[in-house]
C-alpha cells in the first residue's frame, strides 16, 4: 500500500543499478563494449525535439549558469530546503555545463560536466528526502526534468570528447528513469506530474528508437497524453491546476511530444490551451502569478506553438473573456484589464497550489501592474508559502473575522454582463460560512475604471485587503493613491471614514521587469480597511500623470462619481455618462427603462448614444418585445424606416423575434 502521493515503492536495480551488460542487452546487444555501443546509438540517434543550443537563451546567461559548475557544486544538494532538495536533483544546473561548452569550446566545461554527473551518479542513491513515500531521486517530476535536461545533450555528448564510462552513466540514467517512469504511468490519475512524464517517455522513445522498450515507452506515454488532453485540460483550454506557471510547465512538455507525433498537435484541446494563455497575456507580455505560479512570459511558447499548429500568433482578442471551467474572467478596455478569479481549489500529487482567496482581482493597465496580489513564492520552503502568498491576506478580496477560507468555496457566478461601454462580473461565493457578493464592474471608455461592490451580512468583522506595488498614500477621507512618476492606482472607498479601521503594511511579491522580461521580489504595499459590516464599494481609477481629483456621492439610490468633466450615474443595472452637463451615452442590463429615454415591454439589455441630439440604440431582446423611444424623429430598426406610433413624444415599435437590434432616430430626411 502506498504511503505517498505515488504508486509504492518500485526501484530496482533495472532502475539504478545499471551495468554495461545492462546498457548493452537494453539496445539488444549490438556491440562488445560502450565504445562499440556508443557508436551504434550514434548511428541511429534521432534529433531531440529542441536541439541544443536553445537560441531563446542569450550567450551571458549560459555562461553565468554554467559558471558555478567550474568552482564545484554539492552534487548531493546537501542543506537545501524540503522541496529544494527535489528540485535540485532534476539537474537543471548540470545542463549549463554543455551550453556553454557548445558556446566558446572551452573544455572546462565539458570536462565540469562529465565530473559532476559522474559523482552524482556515484553519490545519489544515498540522498534522502523529507517527503514521505517520495524517493528525492526516482520519482516522477524527477525522471521527467532529467530526462528534459539532458536527453538534448545526448545528441552532442556522443560524438564528443566525454569519456565512453560517463556516456554510459548519463544513457543509463536516462533509461532507468524512463522504466521507473513506464512503471509508475500504467493508468491515468490526475495532476502534472504524470502527463509530463507521458510525453518524455515519448520524446525518449523518439530520439533512441533502438532502445528495445522504446516502443512500449511510446504506446504509454501516447495512452497518458490523449487521457489527459481529454481529462486534464477544461474545454476552455486551462490546465486542470489552474496556475499559469504549471499550465505552461505541461503545455511546455505537450509542445514536445507534438513534435515527435502530430497527433498531439491535432488535438483540440492543444490549441486551446495556447489561447488560454493568450487571453491571460497583459499588454506588458506577462501572466499574473496566480495559484502558485511565478510570472510567465509566454511569448516565445506561443510563438513554437502557432508553428506546430501552423497558424498566426497575432489573435485578436475579445474586450470580455469568460474562462468557465479555469475559473477566470478577463475585463478589458484599451489601456486596463482586469482578471477576476472564481474558480475552485484544486487538489494537487503534494499540496494544492491554489490560493486561499475567491472573486480576488488584479488589475494592470500600460504594460505594469496596478492591482497585485502576492502570488507564487521563492520556494515552497518559504516561511511566509502559507501564511503570505497562498493566504487571503496576500490578495485583493474580503477577509471574514481573519480567517482562511475553506477548500468547499461553493462559488457561483452570473453571466456576464457586456455592453460595449461597460462590462459587468457577478459572482457569490461561501468559502467563510457565509454569503459574500461581489459584483466589479469596469467602464471602457475614458475615464476608464473599475467599481468594486462587496456584500455580505452577519455579526462578524470584515476587512477588505488592496494590493499595490507602491505605497499607498492618503489624499482624501477613506481615498489613497499608489502610484509612480508616471502612472498609478487611485482607490476610493465610499462607506462611512468614523466606523472603518484603515491600516497599511507590507508584503513581498514579484514584480515584472518588461525590458528584461525578468520578476524580480519587491514590495507588495497593503491597504486593510476594516469595520463590522461586509458591504464595500470600492472605486478604482488608473492613472497617468497626479492623480485625477474625483468626487463620489450617492443620489437616488445612485452611484455618482464625477472625474473632470465626466459625471458617471451607476445604478443597480444601468449606467449613465454625461459630459460637460450633456448626456453622452446609457446603458442598462435586464431592464425595462432607461435614461428616460427608452422603454420596454420585457427586459432587455440596451445601450442608447446620444450624438447631436440623435440617438441611437443598440439593444437586445430574449424575444419579441414591445419598445417605446423618446425621439422627434423618425425610426429606422436594422437601418429599415418603420412607421412607429408616436404619443407624448414617445415612439412605439415592435421587435418582431429575440436577438440584436439598432434603431436608429432619423431627422431632416
Given at each position: 500500500?502506498?504511503?505517498?502521493p505515488?504508486?509504492?515503492?518500485?526501484?530496482?536495480?533495472?532502475?539504478?543499478?545499471?551495468?554495461?551488460?545492462?546498457?548493452?542487452?537494453?539496445?539488444?546487444?549490438?556491440?562488445?563494449?560502450?565504445?562499440?555501443?556508443?557508436?551504434?546509438?550514434?548511428?541511429?540517434?534521432?534529433?531531440?525535439?529542441?536541439?541544443?543550443?536553445?537560441?531563446?537563451?542569450?550567450?551571458?546567461?549560459?555562461?553565468?549558469?554554467?559558471?558555478?559548475?567550474?568552482?564545484?557544486?554539492d552534487?548531493?544538494g546537501q542543506?537545501?530546503?524540503?522541496?529544494?532538495?527535489?528540485?535540485?536533483?532534476?539537474?537543471?544546473?548540470?545542463k549549463?555545463?554543455?551550453?556553454?561548452w557548445?558556446?566558446?569550446?572551452?573544455?572546462?566545461?565539458?570536462?565540469?560536466?562529465?565530473?559532476?554527473?559522474?559523482?552524482?551518479?556515484?553519490?545519489?542513491?544515498?540522498?534522502?528526502?523529507?517527503?514521505p513515500?517520495?524517493?528525492?531521486?526516482?520519482?516522477?517530476?524527477?525522471?521527467?526534468?532529467?530526462c528534459?535536461?539532458?536527453?538534448?545533450?545526448?545528441?552532442?555528448?556522443?560524438?564528443s570528447p566525454l569519456?565512453?564510462?560517463?556516456?554510459?552513466?548519463?544513457?543509463?540514467?536516462?533509461?532507468?528513469?524512463?522504466?521507473?517512469a513506464?512503471d509508475?504511468?500504467?493508468?491515468?490519475r490526475h495532476?502534472n506530474?504524470?502527463?509530463?512524464?507521458?510525453?518524455?517517455?515519448l520524446?525518449?522513445?523518439?530520439?533512441?528508437?533502438?532502445?528495445?522498450?522504446s516502443?512500449?515507452?511510446?504506446?504509454r506515454?501516447?495512452?497518458r497524453?490523449?487521457?489527459h488532453?481529454?481529462?486534464?485540460?477544461?474545454p476552455?483550454?486551462?490546465?486542470?491546476?489552474?496556475?499559469?506557471?504549471?499550465?505552461?510547465?505541461?503545455?511546455?512538455?505537450?509542445q514536445?511530444?507534438?513534435?515527435?507525433?502530430?497527433?498531439v498537435?491535432?488535438?483540440?484541446?492543444?490549441?486551446?490551451?495556447?489561447?488560454?494563455?493568450?487571453?491571460?497575456v497583459?499588454?506588458?507580455?506577462?501572466?499574473?502569478?496566480?495559484?502558485?505560479?511565478?510570472?510567465?512570459?509566454?511569448?516565445a511558447?506561443l510563438?513554437?506553438?502557432?508553428?506546430?499548429?501552423?497558424?498566426?500568433?497575432?489573435?485578436q482578442?475579445?474586450?470580455?473573456?469568460?474562462?468557465?471551467?479555469?475559473?477566470?474572467?478577463?475585463?478589458?478596455?484599451?489601456e486596463?484589464?482586469?482578471?477576476?478569479?472564481?474558480?475552485?481549489h484544486?487538489e494537487?500529487?503534494?499540496?494544492?497550489?491554489?490560493?486561499?482567496?475567491?472573486?480576488d482581482?488584479?488589475?494592470?493597465?500600460?504594460?505594469?501592474?496596478?492591482l497585485?496580489?502576492?502570488?507564487?513564492?521563492p520556494?515552497?520552503?518559504d516561511?511566509?508559502?502559507?501564511?503570505?502568498y497562498?493566504?487571503?491576506?496576500?490578495?485583493?478580496t474580503?477577509?471574514?473575522?481573519?480567517?482562511?477560507?475553506?477548500?468547499?468555496?461553493?462559488?457561483?457566478?452570473?453571466?456576464?454582463?457586456?455592453?460595449?461601454?461597460?462590462?459587468?462580473?457577478s459572482?457569490?461565493?461561501?468559502?467563510?460560512?457565509?454569503?459574500?457578493?461581489?459584483?466589479?464592474?469596469?467602464?471602457?471608455?475614458?475615464p476608464?475604471?473599475?467599481v468594486?461592490?462587496?456584500?455580505?451580512?452577519?455579526?462578524?468583522?470584515?476587512?477588505a485587503?488592496?494590493?499595490?506595488?507602491?505605497?499607498?498614500?492618503?489624499?482624501?477621507?477613506?481615498?489613497?493613491?499608489?502610484?509612480?512618476?508616471?502612472?498609478?492606482l487611485l482607490?476610493?472607498?465610499t462607506?462611512?471614514?468614523?466606523?472603518?479601521?484603515?491600516?497599511?503594511?507590507?508584503?513581498?511579491?514579484?514584480?515584472?521587469?518588461?525590458?528584461?522580461q525578468?520578476?524580480?521580489y519587491?514590495?507588495?504595499h497593503?491597504?486593510?480597511?476594516?469595520?463590522?459590516?461586509?458591504?464595500f464599494?470600492?472605486?478604482?481609477?488608473p492613472?497617468?500623470?497626479?492623480?485625477?481629483t474625483?468626487?463620489?456621492?450617492?443620489?437616488?439610490?445612485?452611484?455618482?462619481?464625477?472625474?473632470?468633466?465626466?459625471?458617471?450615474?451607476?445604478?443597480?443595472?444601468?449606467?449613465?455618462?454625461s459630459?460637460?452637463?450633456?448626456l453622452?451615452?446609457?446603458?442598462?442590463?435586464?431592464?425595462?427603462?432607461l435614461?428616460?429615454?427608452l422603454?420596454?415591454?420585457?427586459?432587455?439589455?440596451?445601450?442608447?448614444?446620444?450624438?447631436?441630439?440623435?440617438?441611437?440604440?443598440?439593444?437586445?431582446?430574449?424575444?419579441?418585445?414591445?419598445?417605446?423611444?423618446?425621439?422627434a424623429?423618425?425610426?429606422?430598426?436594422?437601418?429599415?424606416?418603420?412607421?412607429?406610433t408616436v404619443?407624448?413624444?414617445w415612439?412605439?415599435?415592435?421587435l418582431?423575434?429575440?436577438g440584436p437590434?439598432?434603431v436608429?432616430?432619423?431627422?431632416?430626411?
Amino acid at each position: 500500500m502506498s504511503t505517498g502521493p505515488e504508486k509504492p515503492r518500485h526501484i530496482d536495480g533495472r532502475i539504478n543499478q545499471i551495468g554495461t551488460d545492462d546498457l548493452l542487452k537494453a539496445f539488444g546487444s549490438p556491440a562488445e563494449d560502450l565504445a562499440g555501443l556508443r557508436a551504434f546509438v550514434g548511428s541511429r540517434l534521432q534529433p531531440p525535439a529542441w536541439p541544443l543550443p536553445d537560441s531563446d537563451t542569450p550567450s551571458d546567461a549560459v555562461l553565468e549558469a554554467a559558471a558555478p559548475l567550474l568552482d564545484g557544486v554539492d552534487v548531493t544538494g546537501q542543506g537545501l530546503g524540503r522541496s529544494q532538495r527535489y528540485g535540485f536533483h532534476y539537474l537543471g544546473w548540470l545542463k549549463p555545463g554543455v551550453d556553454a561548452w557548445l558556446l566558446t569550446g572551452d573544455d572546462r566545461y565539458l570536462q565540469a560536466f562529465e565530473r559532476h554527473l559522474d559523482e552524482w551518479v556515484s553519490l545519489r542513491d544515498s540522498v534522502t528526502g523529507e517527503w514521505p513515500g517520495l524517493d528525492v531521486i526516482w520519482y516522477s517530476l524527477g525522471t521527467w526534468a532529467r530526462c528534459r535536461n539532458l536527453l538534448p545533450t545526448l545528441e552532442v555528448l556522443t560524438p564528443s570528447p566525454l569519456s565512453d564510462r560517463v556516456w554510459g552513466r548519463l544513457v543509463a540514467t536516462l533509461v532507468g528513469g524512463a522504466r521507473w517512469a513506464y512503471d509508475e504511468h500504467d493508468v491515468f490519475r490526475h495532476g502534472n506530474w504524470q502527463l509530463v512524464c507521458a510525453t518524455e517517455l515519448l520524446h525518449i522513445s523518439a530520439v533512441l528508437p533502438s532502445l528495445v522498450e522504446s516502443a512500449a515507452w511510446a504506446s504509454r506515454g501516447r495512452d497518458r497524453i490523449q487521457e489527459h488532453l481529454m481529462l486534464d485540460v477544461y474545454p476552455d483550454g486551462g490546465h486542470y491546476e489552474r496556475s499559469p506557471g504549471y499550465h505552461g510547465m505541461v503545455l511546455s512538455a505537450l509542445q514536445t511530444a507534438a513534435r515527435v507525433d502530430p497527433a498531439v498537435a491535432g488535438h483540440p484541446r492543444f490549441a486551446a490551451m495556447h489561447t488560454w494563455f493568450r487571453e491571460l497575456v497583459s499588454s506588458g507580455g506577462w501572466v499574473p502569478h496566480l495559484q502558485d505560479s511565478g510570472i510567465v512570459w509566454p511569448a516565445a511558447m506561443l510563438r513554437r506553438g502557432s508553428t506546430l499548429l501552423d497558424q498566426a500568433d497575432d489573435v485578436q482578442l475579445p474586450s470580455a473573456t469568460v474562462l468557465p471551467e479555469s475559473g477566470y474572467t478577463i475585463l478589458r478596455s484599451d489601456e486596463l484589464r482586469a482578471v477576476i478569479n472564481h474558480g475552485p481549489h484544486i487538489e494537487h500529487e503534494l499540496e494544492s497550489h491554489s490560493h486561499r482567496a475567491v472573486l480576488d482581482l488584479v488589475l494592470d493597465g500600460w504594460g505594469q501592474p496596478l492591482l497585485w496580489e502576492a502570488g507564487g513564492p521563492p520556494s515552497y520552503d518559504d516561511p511566509g508559502y502559507l501564511t503570505w502568498y497562498q493566504s487571503g491576506r496576500g490578495h485583493n478580496t474580503v477577509l471574514v473575522d481573519d480567517l482562511e477560507l475553506s477548500t468547499d468555496r461553493g462559488v457561483s457566478v452570473d453571466p456576464l454582463v457586456d455592453t460595449g461601454p461597460v462590462a459587468v462580473f457577478s459572482g457569490r461565493h461561501h468559502g467563510n460560512g457565509l454569503e459574500q457578493a461581489r459584483t466589479i464592474a469596469m467602464v471602457r471608455e475614458e475615464p476608464a475604471y473599475v467599481v468594486v461592490t462587496d456584500t455580505a451580512d452577519g455579526p462578524h468583522t470584515f476587512r477588505a485587503l488592496w494590493h499595490a506595488l507602491h505605497p499607498w498614500q492618503q489624499v482624501g477621507p477613506l481615498t489613497y493613491d499608489a502610484a509612480d512618476a508616471d502612472r498609478g492606482l487611485l482607490l476610493l472607498e465610499t462607506g462611512d471614514p468614523s466606523v472603518t479601521t484603515v491600516q497599511t503594511t507590507e508584503g513581498v511579491a514579484r514584480h515584472p521587469v518588461l525590458d528584461q522580461q525578468t520578476a524580480e521580489y519587491g514590495p507588495l504595499h497593503s491597504l486593510s480597511l476594516r469595520r463590522s459590516s461586509g458591504d464595500f464599494t470600492t472605486v478604482l481609477l488608473p492613472h497617468t500623470g497626479p492623480a485625477p481629483t474625483v468626487a463620489v456621492t450617492r443620489t437616488d439610490g445612485e452611484l455618482v462619481i464625477t472625474c473632470a468633466s465626466t459625471t458617471d450615474r451607476i445604478g443597480t443595472s444601468t449606467w449613465t455618462r454625461s459630459v460637460d452637463g450633456q448626456l453622452s451615452w446609457a446603458t442598462g442590463w435586464r431592464v425595462r427603462a432607461l435614461a428616460s429615454l427608452l422603454r420596454s415591454t420585457d427586459n432587455v439589455d440596451a445601450l442608447v448614444r446620444v450624438d447631436d441630439d440623435h440617438l441611437h440604440v443598440e439593444i437586445t431582446c430574449s424575444g419579441r418585445c414591445g419598445l417605446w423611444v423618446r425621439t422627434a424623429g423618425e425610426l429606422r430598426l436594422n437601418g429599415i424606416m418603420i412607421e412607429a406610433t408616436v404619443q407624448d413624444e414617445w415612439a412605439y415599435l415592435t421587435l418582431p423575434y429575440a436577438g440584436p437590434w439598432i434603431v436608429e432616430e432619423v431627422r431632416g430626411e
